[in-house]
């Protein structure tokens, strides 16, 4: 009887866990810190904990007002990261209609 219990359990926990409906949407725009002008072409990713960038079937790019829109099916925690050319790079927590501000990278090379 007990068997059959653990076994029911640990069943019940594999379904729970396996069956996540995690459809989930983050949306926002891109602007430049100085300028305040939207960002096009910023590409935009899902960065979870154990691996940067894992990743989106397609790269998700920011449009020519800087909005972009991110959707996926994680369960877990997950950051989202920001990058374009010539700029520093931007790691946040997702927020639905943020606004997000990249740095011009100043370094010479």
């Not at 374009?84 to 790079?89: F, L, N, V």
């Amino acid at each position: 009887m007990q068997k059959l219990f653990l076994t029911l359990i640990f069943s019940v926990y594999i379904f729970l866990s396996t069956s996540c409906d995690c459809h989930t949407e983050s949306t926002g725009v891109v602007l430049d810190r100085t300028t305040r002008q939207p960002l096009e072409n910023v590409e935009v990713s899902i960065y979870l904990s154990t691996v940067h960038k894992d990743s989106l079937k397609t790269p998700v790019f920011t449009n020519k007002n800087g909005v972009y829109k991110l959707t996926h099916e994680y369960c877990s925690d997950y950051m989202i990261d920001f990058d374009k050319e010539g700029y520093i790079g931007f790691v946040t927590s997702p927020k639905e209609n943020d606004t997000i501000y990249l740095e011009m990278n100043k370094e010479k090379d």
